[in-house]
């Protein structure tokens, strides 16, 4: 059914004026409302590609901003896709418990710009998080990352133009200034981001909860059966 903004500023033809999602204040996947629209007149007048709807999360009733794109312009009418997106998205999760400060620090700035929909900052940001990794692991570690990268490619079956693109992202050397990181869209950010987790993943946190598996059975056998270790607790 076909969605449209009328000479009357209200939104036609659609039975249900709410949608569901991930609210990116309280992250509960939950309907929204929609609470505000464009007025007809200016979006006649200024004829933008995309449309600017507003949406109130049912759950924490905090604004959720929506970008839909314009099918047509009419003489009563203005067509929407029925596809949108989601200006402001969720903060991913990830658990950087095992993370070098510095790995953090950077993975973070770069999950922040993918949630602001920065995508060409994320990707500036996933390198730096990258070389960061290889001054930390060395050379045989960036190598050992390659091959989990080709194996991510495998495993996802990931299409040869967009690994080539996260391929450059993180590997190349940064001959010219400013780098030379190529421009990349949302889908290509959501592969990349993926990618990223599933290396720092590998890297750090498996490794670190191994390791520290492994510390609790030494000191368990060291102590011997029927004895208590006080905890000491983790730092934050």
Avoid: H, W
């Avoid at 249900?16 to 007149?41: G, I």
């Avoid at 970008?67 to 009418?77: A, E, I, K, L």
């Avoid at 953090?104 to 500036?124: G, H, M, T, V």
């Avoid at 890297?203 to 909860?209: E, F």
Wanted: net charge negative; aromatic share 10%; charged share 30%.
């Amino acid at each position: 059914m076909t969605m449209y903004l009328s000479k009357d500023d209200s939104l036609q033809g659609i039975s249900n004026r709410n949608v569901t999602l991930t609210c990116p204040k309280c992250l509960a996947f939950a309907s929204a409302s929609l609470v505000s629209l464009p007025r007809f007149e200016l979006l006649e007048r200024y004829k933008p590609k995309e449309v600017g709807l507003v949406y109130r999360c049912d759950s924490c009733s905090n604004p959720i901003f929506l970008r839909f794109p314009v099918r047509m312009y009419g003489n009563d009418r203005i067509e929407l896709a029925r596809s949108f997106e989601q200006v402001e998205k969720p903060a991913e999760k990830f658990d950087f418990t095992y993370l070098s400060e510095e790995v953090e620090r950077d993975f973070r700035e770069a999950l922040i710009a993918y949630a602001q929909s920065a995508y060409n900052a994320f990707a500036s940001m996933c390198r730096r998080t990258a070389q960061t990794m290889f001054r930390e692991l060395g050379e045989s570690g960036k190598m050992r990352v390659f091959d989990q990268l080709t194996e991510v490619r495998d495993l996802a079956d990931i299409d040869e133009d967009t690994f080539r693109m996260v391929e450059k992202v993180m590997f190349d050397n940064d001959t010219e200034r400013p780098p030379n990181i190529p421009d990349i869209d949302g889908e290509t950010a959501g592969i990349m981001l993926e990618v990223m987790k599933d290396i720092l993943y590998e890297c750090y946190v498996r490794r670190g909860k191994l390791q520290e598996a492994m510390t609790l059975r030494r000191q368990r056998l060291d102590d011997g059966p029927g004895t208590l270790r006080p905890l000491r607790p983790r730092s934050a």
